[in-house]
């Protein structure tokens, strides 16, 4: 039976949060809210656990799980070494609603899917799933919702397409932004974005100047 946890009240929701991260620490899936949409998490180091997540969506290994960090300093036990382009993105738009597609460094043992070497990452501007950050390290972490499905903006909305797939749902009210993060592959010589989302073109050149993006 799945747990829906309230963290909208500040009594009940250190409890919730705990229970969340015990529930990732076992190899379970949760629910989150985001700054953005709702997400389905777990462990970014236990690949049966990410493998739960994508059964859980109906997603297949060709498209790969994001991975939400709890701090600026975090990515950088992920790469190996972080660009200048990437520093000033992070410093620009973190915590917040972009994701950044670096190269990860070979070392780390985690399986996300098919990714060739690169892992989408992102600092969320939420005060709940940087608490459970803060506890459960990364988490992979991709929306809460069925493939070719609409997103969830509320627990509600994840449970009634999720079901008894996830553990734990983290009730934190409707997601701020309700549309998606902005994505941007920073793999390549110049910036590319992948997807249009909360943050504005707009806003990326002014940071990064020369970038490709659908017009």
């Known amino acids: 039976m799945s747990d829906l946890l309230d963290c909208t009240d500040p009594v009940t929701r250190p409890m919730a949060i705990t229970a969340a991260a015990r529930a990732v620490s076992a190899g379970s899936v949760v629910v989150l809210p985001t700054d953005t949409l709702y997400g389905i998490g777990a462990d970014a180091f236990n690949p049966a656990a990410v493998t739960s997540l994508l059964a859980a969506k109906g997603r297949g290994r060709d498209m790969p799980v994001p991975v939400l960090v709890g701090s600026w300093h975090t990515i950088d036990g992920l790469v190996s070494a972080v660009s200048g382009q990437t520093r000033d993105l992070v410093e620009a738009f973190w915590p917040g609603a972009l994701t950044l597609v670096i190269e990860h460094a070979p070392s780390l043992a985690w399986d996300l899917g098919d990714a060739r070497g690169t892992v989408a990452v992102r600092m969320p ?5 940087l608490e459970l950050l ?48 902005t994505i941007v592959d920073l793999t390549g010589p110049t910036p590319v974005v992948l997807r249009q989302g909360a943050v504005a073109v707009e806003q990326l050149r002014e940071v990064l100047g020369e970038l490709e993006a659908p017009s």
């Open 125 to 129: 501007l939420h005060p709940v799933a």
């Open 134 to 181: 803060a506890q459960t390290g990364p988490l992979a972490v991709s929306s809460a919702n069925i493939t070719s499905m609409p997103p969830a903006v509320t627990a509600q909305q994840a449970y009634e397409q999720l079901g008894e797939s996830v553990s734990v749902y983290l009730d934190g009210g409707e997601a701020p932004a309700g549309r998606p993060s």
